[in-house]
Each structure stands twice: as structure tokens, then as C-alpha cells.
Nanobody, 115 residues
């Protein structure tokens, strides 16, 4: 399975970005796709996730600003980020979980929000 991310970049505070991730190559059905981020000097944290059964979850810091959606057939996930803040600056990583310990990570995409 190859996890490929795209859509990072530089944006001013208050702006928007969309991050895309695909996880093609598995014969198994996707269970969960998530976006994590790791800011400078910080630990990696869950930003948003979507599960085929239980739906979506968001970190408190992004609720109301970020929206995650998934096309389970591909599978692919989109993270729409609005009203971005400098605190959102981080490397964003896509995580794909097909169940039964079949988990895969992308290489990360940089998001930089200038004040």
C-alpha cells in the first residue's frame, strides 16, 4: 500500500487549504483514515479521523474549522482546513488503517500558516 499526500503549502492566517491522501494497493477494505500533525518541538497529535462505522472525530483545537471526508472505494481522504491559525503550522501525516494491524503512514506534507 502506498499512502500519498498532497495539498500542503504556505497560507496566511484566516486562509484555507485542503489536504488529500490516497491509500491504494490493498485488497482489504479501509476501516479508518486519519490526519495527524507534528509541530516544531511537539509530539505528533491526532487532528481528525473518519471510520467507516463510527464516523468522524476531531481534535478540540480544530472543531468547527476542519472537515474530514472519505471516499472508501478508492480509498482516499480529504481534510478541508478553514480559518487557519499560526498554531496549525505543522507537518501533516496521513494514516490509513485496514484493520488487523494493517496500518500505513504517508511521508508527511508541510503546512505553514503565517501571521
Amino acid at each position: 500500500v502506498q499512502v500519498v499526500e498532497s495539498g500542503g503549502g504556505l497560507v496566511q492566517a484566516g486562509g484555507s487549504l485542503g489536504l488529500s491522501c490516497s491509500a491504494a494497493g490493498s485488497v482489504f477494505k479501509i476501516r479508518t483514515m486519519e490526519w495527524y500533525r507534528q509541530g516544531p518541538g511537539k509530539q505528533r497529535e491526532l487532528v481528525a479521523g473518519i471510520n467507516v462505522d463510527s464516523g468522524t472525530e476531531y481534535a478540540d483545537s480544530v472543531k468547527g474549522r476542519f472537515t474530514i471526508s472519505m471516499d472508501s472505494a478508492k480509498p482516499a481522504v480529504l481534510l478541508q482546513m478553514n480559518n487557519l491559525k499560526p498554531a496549525d503550522t505543522a507537518v501533516y501525516y496521513c494514516h490509513a488503517d485496514f484493520g488487523w494491524a494493517r496500518e500505513f503512514w504517508g511521508q508527511g506534507t508541510q503546512v505553514t500558516v503565517s501571521s
